[in-house]
């Protein structure tokens, strides 16, 4: 009875989603619309799990932190961040989150820029996806803004055997801090144990060239820790999720990391980037830059872990509620909270990506 009961409730919800939706943009694309409904197409059973990973941009406390660099975001700052307007953020990512889902929310949903706990608890227990029982994992970083990255999982479908935040320090440049990498292993569908590392890479603000070197270390610390799974144990399912603020092609993902884009002819030790599938153009991507899309948000696998799944099963999710008209550059662009200091009350400045996997 439970049971039907979400579901019901979930239905509902789909449904107001799919009108407001229609409501904010009568003229999306019927490229967005065919998107929107394919994914809400199948239901997935007791073995599948569904792999999302979102830049909830700037999920702020309003409150003071005084050993962080948040002014900004509380009721007297710039942006006047009030309680209120958190609610309604953290009520407009759970809409997402139900609607990437389609018939079951996500069983494992990585998130960055979120600031602290009580955001995460807000939005698990104080929206509707209170009633899918998500629990959090999540430790706070020494980014200098506090900023952090989490993973929300179900655990009918996931439980956390072990979990822990990985810390960057770069020997080039010891006085900067950066997000740790979350690194969380459990046990998925009750069947196979899966190794996850949810990201958010240093950003290009300072220039992009000047903060390559920052990436690729990171990207090095990955790798070695990625190795080091696959050394003791060669069947090991690896997933990595993240905002890594840069393309499937850069070298910092390309080279370091050394996510491959060709399926077919991996080495056992060899990670997959599943975005090679996910239509990369300038036409489409996860975050906007005047007239260009860029990709920079990744659901990389290890090739064991893509035996449980297809090279080609990664989506991005530009449903049409999720985008507004581009009046400068044309097009689509992402409806976010801010545009510039001005309150609009949108979602994010970046689009989710999800992928399916079967145990």
Known sequence: MEITVKYMYLC??????????????TQGTTENKTVFQQNNANKRDANSLRVMFYNVENLFNP???????????????????????????????????????????????????????SVLYGLTNDTPLKNFGYKIVHRNSPD????????????????????????IRFPFDTAART????????????????????????????GATATIPKRKYVASVLRKLSDS??????????????????????ESVSKVLQAKMDSVNLAPDD?????????????????????????IDHIIVSKPLLSHSTP????????????????????????????GAKYIGGFSDHLPVYSDFNF
């Open 179 to 206: 997000r740790d990498i979350l690194f969380v292993k459990g046990i998925a569908c009750k069947r196979d144990t899966l190794n996850v590392f949810v990201n958010h890479w240093p950003s290009k603000f300072g």
């Open 63 to 117: 409150n003071e932190d005084s050993i962080t660099s948040d002014d900004e975001y509380q009721p007297d700052g710039m942006r006047g961040w009030t309680y209120n307007r958190l609610k309604r953020k953290q009520i407009n990512i759970a809409k997402v989150v139900l609607a990437v889902g389609g018939w079951d929310p996500p069983e494992l949903v990585g998130v960055c820029e979120v600031e602290d706990y």
């Open 144 to 167: 200098p803004r506090g900023i952090d990255v989490a993973l929300l999982y179900r655990p009918d479908k996931f439980k956390v055997l072990f979990s822990t935040p990985i810390s």
């Open 12 to 25: 509902v919800l789909a449904v107001l989603i799919a009108i407001s939706a229609q409501a904010q943009d």
């Open 271 to 295: 990670l997959y980037n599943m975005l090679a599938a996910a239509g990369l153009s300038w036409k489409k991507g996860t975050i906007k830059f005047r007239e260009e899309w860029e990709t």
């Open 312 to 339: 080609h099963s990664m989506q991005i999710f530009d449903a049409p509620f999720l985008l507004q008209d581009d009046e400068v550059w044309f097009g689509k662009k992402p409806f976010r909270t801010y545009y």
């Open 229 to 250: 799974l696959l050394s003791l144990n060669p069947n090991a399912n690896i997933l990595i999720i993240g905002d890594l603020n840069d393309s499937p092609y850069d």
